[in-house]
């Protein structure tokens, strides 16, 4: 392959990582966005949020028709297919990322008012998700397999954050029926938070793909014992 064909291909591949990372730092844009107008109850915030994710479709339809040209021009083996499959995939889960965000920022709009007390008390499972997601894509930025392998393992911390603000939720509920309305939003955004925790961990698992060439076949450690939580008996 002559040195102008080998140089531009580079230059496509190089384009397109640069896409995704525009893509990471807009989705941790629009998660510490959500995360602020949780915690100060500021409806601009949420719609703001709402307003931006567009943006992400735009940017994974640019992802995804710049992958499939290079594919279907290019042929790439190896190391290079790694790369613009796992460019594809993360994409995706940036995507999906920032549709739990706009799902956040719709539910904190819903409240009309309500009590925001349980949507606060979400602020430090939100923050370590969205942690979780910066240095997944940091170790995508840098092809850093230690650090994706740090944020796999977090994800079972999360689960266990998520269970405890699960079972809180349902005390706060339980303990007066005027809290329900909002308890259950609240719910829900830990649900999304949760999801959001999932997908970071899941770029993670493709960066270790990339840059080893093989799949994360050790099954995830799970924390998450929502499944099998009642509501405490009312007092």
Not at 106 to 114: A, D, K
Not at 195 to 202: C, E, L, Q, S, V
Request: with cysteine.
């Amino acid at each position: 392959m002559c040195p102008h064909i080998v140089k531009a291909y580079d230059e496509e591949l190089r384009r397109l990582k640069e896409r995704v990372v525009t893509m990471g730092a807009l989705t941790s844009r629009q998660l510490e966005v959500a995360t602020q107008a949780m915690e100060r109850a500021e409806p601009d915030l949420a719609t703001r949020v709402i307003e931006r994710e567009p943006e992400a479709d735009r940017l994974e339809h640019e992802i995804e028709n710049t992958a499939i040209r290079v594919l279907a021009l290019r042929q790439p083996m190896a190391i290079d297919l790694r790369q613009i499959l796992s460019a594809l995939r993360i994409s995706n889960e940036l995507e999906r990322i920032c549709d739990h965000a706009e799902d956040i920022a719709r539910r904190l709009l819903s409240l009309h008012g309500e009590t925001i007390e349980p949507v606060r008390s979400l602020g430090t499972l939100v923050r370590y998700a969205a942690a979780m997601v910066d240095d997944a894509m940091r170790a995508y930025r840098e092809g850093d397999v230690r650090r994706a392998k740090e944020v796999w393992d977090r994800d079972q911390i999360l689960d266990e954050l998520y269970s405890g603000a699960f079972r809180q939720l349902l005390i706060f509920m339980m303990e007066d029926g005027r809290r329900i309305s909002a308890a259950a939003q609240a719910l829900f955004v830990a649900r999304d938070i949760e999801r959001i925790g999932d997908r970071a961990t899941n770029i993670a698992e493709l960066v270790i793909y990339e840059v080893g060439g093989k799949l994360v076949e050790e099954e995830r450690p799970k924390a998450d014992t929502t499944k099998s939580m009642t509501a405490p008996p009312a007092q």
